[in-house]
């Protein structure tokens, strides 16, 4: 079992920045490890993914340009960090990881583990 925390959500301000951190309990059976959110009302949206072996990048259309995944593998962590947001960035943001591999990455029924959850609200 793989647990996942995240950090670093909170308040900020459209067009400025916030990094985002996801913490996990032990990468050797993870093959993908990814960012979702979801907004009131709405359904969970792919944000991004990695690759967590080889780094390989995966964003969703709505992120492109501003959002980047990295990974510290010494850490065991991911981070996404946000840039230029806007205020339908707002939601709660996951983190998640997957040992499949052939999966649909922008598939949240594919990722087993989840992160607890962080709130960004970006005010206008």
């Known amino acids: 079992q793989v647990q996942l925390v995240e950090s670093g959500g909170g308040l900020v301000q459209a067009g400025g920045s916030m990094r985002l951190s996801c913490a996990a309990s032990d990468t050797f059976s993870i093959y993908h490890m990814g960012w979702f959110r979801q907004a009131p009302g709405k359904e969970r949206e792919f944000v991004g993914a990695m690759r967590w072996s080889t780094g390989n990048l995966y964003y969703g259309d709505s992120v492109k340009g501003r959002f980047t995944i990295s990974q510290d593998t010494t850490r065991n962590t991911m981070y996404l960090q946000m840039n230029s947001p806007k205020p339908e960035d707002t939601a709660v943001y996951y983190c998640?990881?997957?040992?499949?591999?052939?999966?649909?990455?922008?598939?949240?029924?594919?990722?087993?583990?989840w992160g607890q959850g962080t709130q960004v609200t970006v005010s206008s």
């Open positions: 998640a990881a997957t040992p499949y591999w052939g999966i649909s990455v922008s598939n949240p029924t594919d990722y087993p583990y």
